[in-house]
């Protein structure tokens, strides 16, 4: 198991790389798909006059579904955007125990956030939400992004125990 720049071990926590290869095609699949979707509702506006009905409503629900897809996999990748302000006025000890509680923070927002987004979606599923033209349903998209954000939380915390453990 090799490690990145900040002496992390590549796979967080055991199990993750399937999960971690499966998440990646989806993100693949979900990209192409808005890709191909663009590019065939231009041509077909420019072209022929015959926009794509629900390209729209297709775009978001893949755009959404891409975003919490990939979270995952910049968590676990630990590609989100830091700002080391004070970084190099601490030592190592010190440095460890804000890592820690940074990690402990994110790890509690991103379970408020699955929590709501889960309560949320259970709601759209009782009401019936669909989306206006195509009539897709709403809460299949929620649910995703509930379970991004709790794999997500874990994973963070993952991390931060990891980094607790680094020389």
């Given amino acids: 198991m090799s490690k990145d720049l900040y002496g992390f071990p590549d796979q967080p926590i055991k199990g993750w790389s399937p999960l971690s290869r499966a998440l990646g095609v989806m993100s693949v699949v ?34 959404a579904a891409l975003i919490f897809v990939a979270l995952p996999l910049t968590t676990a990748a630990r590609q989100h955007i830091e700002v080391d302000l004070l970084a190099g006025f601490m030592s190592k000890g010190m440095d460890k125990i804000t890592s820690l509680f940074a990690g402990l923070a994110s790890c509690a927002v991103l379970l408020v956030l699955s929590w709501r987004l889960a309560h949320h979606s259970i709601k759209l599923a009782q009401d019936g939400a669909v989306t206006n033209s195509l009539a897709l349903p709403l809460d299949p998209i929620g649910y995703l992004a509930s379970l991004s954000c709790l794999v997500s939380a874990g994973l963070v915390l993952a991390i931060s125990l990891n980094g607790m453990r680094k020389d």
Wanted: aromatic letters at 12%; hydrophobic letters at 60%.
């Fill in 30 to 63: 979900f990209l192409v798909g808005l890709t191909l979707l663009t590019c065939v509702d231009v041509v077909a506006r420019y072209m022929f006059n015959a926009p794509i009905n629900g390209a729209f409503e297709l775009t978001q629900l893949m755009l």
